[in-house]
């Protein structure tokens, strides 16, 4: 059973910086991209970044590109979402995806075959 726990969300003030971590207890994580979904109250789930199966290709949504980095560590099966410079509409449920093989990546949430619990991030102004 394939399962993906994300942590290190929380309160943080405007300017600050989190790191999200997201952890797969499967094998085939390896061969699999990840990306970075959120959702704040009462709006559509949004993509924010994704990665490879290798990491050699990351894509990230306009909003957060120069402030945020996707990146993992294939040996240890983590995704890192490292979210610098955070604004107040960074607020939302974060959420880990793992999907598409070795197929690319995709800012289509349906392209991933399975999904994390969230985690929650609060930027205070």
């Known amino acids: 059973q394939v399962q993906l726990v994300e942590s290190g969300g929380g309160l943080v003030q405007a300017g600050g910086s989190l790191r999200l971590s997201c952890a797969a207890s499967?094998?085939?994580?390896?061969?699999?991209?990840i990306a970075w979904f959120r959702q704040a109250p009462g709006k559509e789930r949004e993509f924010v970044a994704a990665?490879?199966?290798?990491?050699?290709?990351?894509m990230y949504v306009d909003s957060v590109k120069g402030r945020f980095t996707i990146s993992r560590d294939n040996a240890r099966n983590t995704a890192y979402l490292q979210m610098n410079s955070l604004k107040p509409d960074d607020t939302a449920v974060y959420y880990c995806?793992?999907?598409?093989?070795?197929?690319?990546?995709?800012?289509?949430?349906?392209?991933?075959?399975?999904w994390g619990q969230g985690t929650q991030v609060t930027v205070s102004s």
């Open positions: 990665i490879n199966w290798i990491g050699s290709y990351t």
């Open positions: 499967v094998r085939t994580f390896s061969n699999n991209a």
């Open positions: 995806a793992l999907g598409l093989g070795s197929r690319g990546t995709s800012r289509d949430s349906g392209m991933y075959s399975y």
